[in-house]
């Protein structure tokens, strides 16, 4: 349908020209490459995680094991990663969401036959507290792993807890430390927003290659990310729609820098069920036991949605499940087992999600869904700069490429194309 691109210049198929992040241009006119303003990371959501960079000195020593292929080069985005999040607000945060540290526990007490007497190894340990219920739960031994100086807390803390001899805290990237013995186990909460952004996955992959015992248990299992055409009038209106009346004083002609300001790059925000415009897509469907790094590199779709109702159509949402346990008996595509999608073009429809949930026996889920209880990584929205009026029954279709960054693996590159009424568009932006 999309003539191959340039930058985020699109040939367009039909529609007499192709939008690039909103903005028409005749016969596929000149356009900006990918965003290079502010940092998209806030304050709120950072992680300490052991891909990133920083000292190898550890908690606890053990002896070396043989030399391995060596491990990827700390650079000085990564040590700006790693030393951002050190800051206790952060994992204060974390645990204070109680839909994502609740269900980690459940699930962890949910598998106990599996963790009891078994050896553990906690990927991007944070304060230990992850550790901790693993060693509630029986386990033998838990290699808790950081990068962060946050490990050194994480120890006083295990200390404090009288659990020094179950829980061994390994301070350093799980690239570059030791564990001289196979594992039970992995746990680990490296989603990001988007689920990919971050890239913290590729960790939990090494961790895996390197230790995992054949037929381990991986918490979480599997992860699933998924899009949908969502509708924002009230958010467009405050953003944008200000400016035309501001006391009184028409400051219309800020409109476009507004519009740049706001909807450059992706917004995390909450959002609700009703803003959304279809049933969702399945993006990516990750079983944590097969992916490679290799196939997180670059990630790809092509989508077709069908509206609902009739609405101004604002951009995408992304949002994610994980589910801790072992997967239902189904085939399944390239993408997505067919637990997740019962309809055409890989949709979720009403009845695949309550049959998901609706068994508490089943693996657990941890959701960040418009519809469940909101998380701290909410949803994220691409915004396009002008909405588009749709009506019911109207087609949505395009496709959807995320990718690393060349410039830094934990940058997310998003390419979207998409047509609607005739019209073709593309929407470039980097997640930071």
């Not at 700069?385 to 959807?400: A, T």
Request: proline share 5%.
């Amino acid at each position: 349908m999309f003539q191959p691109t340039s930058g985020s210049n699109g040939g367009g198929g039909g529609g007499g020209g192709t939008y690039s992040n909103g903005v028409h241009h005749e016969g596929g006119g000149s356009g900006g490459g990918g965003v290079t303003g502010r940092r998209f990371r806030r304050g709120g959501r950072g992680k300490s995680r052991d891909h990133a960079g920083g000292t190898n000195s550890r908690v606890y020593q053990q002896p070396q094991q043989e030399a391995e292929s060596p491990p990827p080069p700390c650079t000085d985005f990564d040590v700006a990663y790693f030393h951002s999040y050190a800051h206790l607000g952060i994992h204060e945060e974390m645990i204070k969401d109680r839909v994502r540290t609740e269900t980690y526990r459940n699930a962890i007490l949910h598998h106990q036959d599996r963790i009891a007497g078994k050896v553990v190894v906690d990927v991007g340990c944070g304060t230990g507290i992850l550790s901790i219920f693993c060693a509630q739960a029986g386990a033998k031994r838990v290699y808790a792993v950081d990068a962060s100086d946050i490990a050194v807390q994480a120890n006083e803390v295990i200390k404090a807890n009288n659990l020094s001899e179950t829980i061994i805290v390994l301070h350093g990237r799980v690239e570059d430390v030791e564990i001289d013995e196979k594992v039970d186990v992995i746990v680990s909460e490296w989603m990001g927003y988007m689920l990919l952004y971050e890239s913290m996955l590729g960790s939990v992959i090494t961790a895996r290659d390197r230790w995992l015992k054949p037929g381990g248990l991986m918490l979480p299992s599997f992860a699933t990310l998924y899009m949908a055409p969502v509708s924002r009038p009230d958010r467009y209106s405050e953003s944008i729609d200000f400016w035309r009346n501001v006391y009184g004083i028409d400051m219309s002609s800020m409109m476009p820098l507004a519009k740049q300001c706001a909807f450059e790059e992706p917004s995390v925000e909450t959002i609700s069920g009703e803003n959304v415009l279809t049933w969702p897509h399945v993006v990516k469907h990750v079983d944590c036991s097969t992916v490679t790094i290799h196939e997180l590199e670059s990630v790809s779709t092509k989508f077709k949605f069908e509206s609902m109702m009739r609405a101004p159509f604002h951009g995408f949402a992304f949002w994610f499940d994980v589910e801790f346990g072992v997967p239902p008996v189904h085939s399944s595509n390239n993408n997505a087992a067919s637990a997740y999608v019962d309809a055409p073009n890989n949709h979720v429809t009403e009845t695949s999600q309550r049959r998901k949930r609706s068994n508490p026996n089943e693996a657990l889920v941890l959701s960040t869904a418009p519809e469940d209880p909101p998380t701290h990584w909410q949803q994220t929205i691409i915004y396009f700069y002008d909405p588009i009026e749709v009506e019911q029954d109207q087609v949505i279709e395009g496709s959807l490429v995320l990718s690393q960054s060349k410039e830094h693996a934990r940058f997310m590159n998003i390419h979207l194309e998409y047509a609607s009424g005739g019209r073709c568009f593309v929407k470039e932006s980097v997640m930071r």
